[in-house]
């Protein structure tokens, strides 16, 4: 994998950071409801309602079908962001502002990954945006995090707004400005 990449540096360290944050407020790996029942390489073991989890390292997944369908290049940061590991979706702050940011939980959801994605794009475009593909959620249903697919800057999108503030010049830099949150 791409190990001496900025981007891959930072997405593994802001993992096992978040990794450390669970073991040091409950002394166990992260722990997940939201996605008991669903399979996935990650598992480490089960309660009654939640998995616990550690990320898998992965390398087989790329965006090249989103790529195809919407005619667009998606920004190297995105394609390693979606390919370097499977994981929980892990919650965080950035500048103090709540986020959880997305991750893959196995192949299958890769695939519904790609669908919005495209569902994603698709919209920008009829709509005329400047592209991005969304990398965290936000408290705020009508805002979330993205990658602007042209700079590759991670941005605020205030989806009903059309407005856009960055966060961050690079995925490397938001990623290391994150401070995780066990929850």
């Not at 997940?32 to 998995?51: N, R």
Request: glycine share 2%; net charge negative; with cysteine.
């Amino acid at each position: 994998m791409e190990n001496n990449n900025p981007a891959f540096q930072a997405l593994s360290l802001f993992t096992q950071r978040y990794i450390e944050q669970w073991q040091t407020e409950f002394n166990h790996l992260p722990r997940s409801t939201e996605l008991y029942g669903m399979p996935s390489p990650c598992i480490i073991k089960k309660d009654d309602s939640a998995v616990f989890w550690l990320p898998v390292a992965t390398n087989h997944h790329s965006l090249e079908v989103v790529e195809e369908v919407i005619y667009l290049t998606i920004h190297p940061d995105t394609r390693l962001f979606y390919s370097a590991q499977y994981a929980g979706d892990m919650m965080a702050t950035f500048d103090e502002r709540s986020l959880s940011l997305i991750q893959v939980w196995s192949d299958e959801d890769f695939s519904r990954l790609e669908q919005n994605m495209l569902a994603h794009l698709s919209m920008q475009k009829r709509l005329k945006r400047r592209p991005s593909v969304f990398i965290a959620t936000t408290t705020d249903e009508t805002e979330i995090i993205t990658i602007d697919n042209q700079t590759g800057a991670v941005m605020l999108e205030k989806l009903i707004e059309n407005k856009t503030d960055k966060l961050a010049e690079n995925l490397a830099t938001f990623l290391n400005g994150l401070k995780p949150i066990a929850q």
